[in-house]
């Protein structure tokens, strides 16, 4: 397929790798939440030339300050002409949604970055999906919240064709502070399935934490007795003690990752554990954890707030 200038896909996409005087792109961000936004902010500042589109426009807007961006109203007006394509959305049904929309002012020959977590089937049907838009198709989810977002210091878990890396590492580079390449093919998702077994090591403790806690309270046990009595040792976290501070010191919100999105994270992974003949018992009570969170109203706090969940039988007798 031919690019709009009359260019072959391939031709273009040589073109823009060995264009080393000029490495900036013109980027396309859809979705702008926490993670959207602060890669779209660390891509401008960067030196690329970027347009964002969210469904909700008023996420989108405040990125109308930033120098080099430009709010588009419409997937099509954001796409248009973009050398690179970058979806983060909230799961595979709606990126395949949005690229739809933006099908027809897509440029054919385009590098197609798509780091939303969509699950592995998913993640195969967007490559059949970039295929028949004529585009290059990137898997590349990240892991990291909204700080390392904001600093550019996530982790891309990526893969796609060797060749064409040159033309969407500008990118990369931009938004992460290492990429790790697990294959050539970016349909085949073995980033996504990657970025699965990292979160249900993530989405785990995250649990174990709010239950450590849950239970320090029901027994009147101090939280800093446990602390001191794995302080230094192997059982001690950074992590356990970042998410523990923000439940104790009430500071769930602005959320770094939303107990909605980690409920979305968590049934990907047990059914990619369900299809592939594993039996994931933690994940399975982490989803329902994150779950019954999201009911208490807790969906748009830090995921830490599955802390709550422990507590839903007593709420429910208050009532």
Do not use: C
């Amino acid at each position: 397929m031919d690019s709009p200038t009359g260019k072959t896909q391939s031709a273009w996409l040589t073109e823009l790798m060995t264009d080393t005087e000029t490495p900036s792109r013109t980027v396309a961000v859809l979705g702008t939440g926490i993670m959207g936004a602060a890669m779209a902010r660390n891509l401008a500042r960067s030196g690329h030339a970027v347009r964002v589109w969210n469904r909700t426009p008023a996420k989108a807007e405040p990125l109308a300050a930033e120098p080099g961006v430009h709010v588009s109203g419409t997937p099509a007006e954001a796409v248009r002409d973009a050398d690179v394509v970058l979806t983060m959305l909230y799961d595979g049904d709606a990126v395949r949604e949005v690229m739809r929309e933006a099908a027809p002012a897509l440029r054919a020959g385009a590098a197609w970055v798509q780091s939303t977590t969509a699950g592995v089937d998913a993640i195969r049907e967007l490559g059949s999906q970039a295929d028949e838009l004529g585009l290059v198709f990137f898997d590349a989810p990240v892991l990291g919240t909204r700080q390392p977002a904001e600093a550019g210091q996530l982790l891309v878990l990526a893969a796609g064709p060797a060749e064409h890396r040159a033309a969407v590492e500008p990118v990369l580079d931009a938004v992460g502070a290492r990429t790790v390449w697990t294959g050539e093919e970016g349909g085949a998702g073995s980033a996504t399935r990657l970025k699965l077994v990292a979160n249900s090591w993530v989405l785990a403790v995250t649990n174990a934490t709010g239950e450590v806690l849950a239970l320090a309270q029901a027994l009147g046990v101090d939280p800093q007795n446990f602390f001191d009595a794995i302080e230094g040792g192997p059982l001690d976290m950074g992590y356990l003690r970042a998410k523990s501070a923000l439940i104790l010191n009430d500071g769930l919100t602005p959320a770094s990752f939303a107990v909605s999105t980690a409920a979305k994270d968590a049934r990907l992974i047990v059914e990619a554990g369900e299809r592939n003949g594993v039996r994931l018992d933690v994940a399975a009570a982490s989803a329902e954890r994150f779950r019954r969170a999201v009911e208490q109203g807790h969906g748009d706090e830090d995921m830490a707030a599955a802390y709550f969940a422990s507590f839903e039988e007593k709420e429910k007798e208050q009532q």
